[in-house]
């Protein structure tokens, strides 16, 4: 059984800067470790994700050139920097793990293990 625990939400202001962390209960888990948000009101969407395979960077539209998604180098921790933050960005964010191939890469229902979320406002 996989566990994965979330770090790092916190209220912020508008353009500021947060980093979350995501750590696993073993390395490299699965094909890839992914970052998920669910805004209130909305569906879970997808935010950026990790390759283990490659070491490929994914991310949606939304968050390209403001977050960056990285690891550590014994690959159990992955983490989320965040930038410019704005008040759309405010949501659960919750990590994930994927044995998927990489064209389901950006899909929930690929998914197969969870972390519980961490919660991020941004406000001014």
């Known amino acids: 059984q996989v566990q994965l625990v979330e770090s790092g939400g916190e209220w912020v202001q508008t353009g500021g800067s947060l980093r979350l962390s995501c750590a696993a209960s073993?390395?490299?888990?699965?094909?890839?470790l992914a970052w998920f948000r669910r805004a209130p009101g909305k569906e879970r969407e997808f935010v950026a994700a990790?390759?283990?395979?490659?070491?490929?960077?994914y991310y949606s539209d939304s968050v390209k050139d403001r977050f960056t998604i990285s690891t550590d180098n014994a690959k159990i921790t992955v983490y989320l920097q965040m930038n410019s933050l704005r008040p759309e960005d405010t949501a659960v964010y919750y990590c994930?793990?994927?044995?998927?191939?990489?064209?389901?890469?950006?899909?929930?229902?690929?998914?197969?293990?969870w972390g519980q979320g961490t919660q991020v406002t941004v406000s001014s």
């Open positions: 073993r390395r490299t888990v699965g094909t890839a």
């Open positions: 994930a793990a994927t044995n998927g191939v990489l064209s389901t890469i950006r899909s929930v229902s690929a998914y197969n293990y």
């Open positions: 990790y390759r283990w395979n490659n070491n490929g960077q």
